[in-house]
């Protein structure tokens, strides 16, 4: 018989806490992105994503994912070499004065943000995990369900299992093939941002995961005719990525408690922000040309 499906929002303590007070043999399974609680008759499903449920479309197309995965890496060399690092964020090497000065604030303006849509999943499509039908699918869903299914993947999945106040075992599953997958899709991309970090030199200023940051040039006022913006076009173009721009009037670098505060504001509001421990911080070392842009370079990419 199957057993009756209740999706919840919120956090599952209070449920937890009334089985254990009840006597009642139960199992908890638990990953970054649910909680599933389930009983002789009955299974709860907690969405911990900002609070939000799985849904049952979600959990079709997690399975669906994974189908898509298995069939095209079947008989596939697929695991990374954990050597290599999976660069998730870079900064250029001259911020590294701000970690002397606790409390320091830096100013910079007319930045430009380019960003990878989709990043991810445009990234698994190129490297063959997903077919074209699938990365449509997705593109059509709401984007935190499109990071929690793709980051779905690679969770591990601790399971406890209880009979009242007793926990009677514990266990951790995971999938090492789906978190080989998750992790070449990461590095591909960080290794893209890495590339065009290198390619503009003195403008560049970080990249966090799929955006990259970077200085304009003041004396050229389209965005289109920035030689950086034209490098970076190239470079994602190269890599069948698709990409926004967008003009950011001020970003804020604060020095503060052993952690690195990023914001960045247009139209005078506070777009986003990151944050990030001193000791955590990876700076990239770029060659400088005192503030010019090589012309050469601009030649060998366009």
């Not at 043999?25 to 609680?37: A, L, M, P, R």
């Not at 789906?178 to 992790?183: F, L, R």
Request: overall charge positive; some cysteine.
């Amino acid at each position: 018989m199957s057993k009756n499906t209740i999706r919840c929002f919120g956090n599952p303590e209070s449920l937890i806490k009334n089985l254990k007070e009840c006597g009642v043999k139960f199992t908890k399974q638990e990953t970054t992105s649910t909680t599933i609680i389930t009983n002789e008759d009955t299974k709860w499903v907690y969405g911990t994503l900002r609070t939000r449920f799985l849904s049952k479309k979600e959990m079709m197309l997690q399975k669906q994912l994974v189908a898509h995965i298995k069939k095209n890496t079947e008989g596939k060399d697929i695991f990374p070499d954990p050597r290599q690092p999976i660069k998730y964020f870079q900064f250029d090497y001259s911020l590294r004065k701000l970690v002397d000065y606790a409390g320091e604030v830096t100013s910079l303006n007319n930045i430009i943000e380019m960003d990878i849509t989709m990043a991810y999943w445009r990234v698994a499509f190129n490297l063959g995990y997903i077919n074209e039908d699938f990365y449509k699918k997705v593109k059509n869903i709401p984007k935190y369900m499109r990071l929690r299914l793709l980051g779905s993947i690679a969770a591990e999945k601790i399971i406890e299992e209880y009979e009242g106040k007793k926990r009677i075992s514990i266990n951790v599953k995971s999938n090492p093939k789906m978190q080989a997958v998750y992790k070449n899709i990461c590095k591909e991309t960080g290794n893209i941002m890495s590339e065009v970090a290198d390619a503009i030199g003195d403008y560049f200023i970080f990249y966090w995961v799929d955006g990259i940051y970077f200085k304009k040039d003041p004396i050229i006022e389209k965005n289109e005719l920035q030689p950086s913006v034209q490098v970076v076009e190239y470079i994602f173009n190269k890599h069948n990525l698709e990409f926004k721009i967008k003009n950011i009037e001020k970003l804020l670098i604060i020095n503060k408690k052993e952690t690195i505060y990023l914001q960045l504001y247009m139209d005078n509001k506070l777009k986003s922000r990151f944050n990030i421990k001193l000791n955590k911080i990876k700076y990239k070392q770029i060659e400088h040309h005192d503030g010019k842009f090589q012309p050469e370079l601009l030649e060998a990419y366009i």
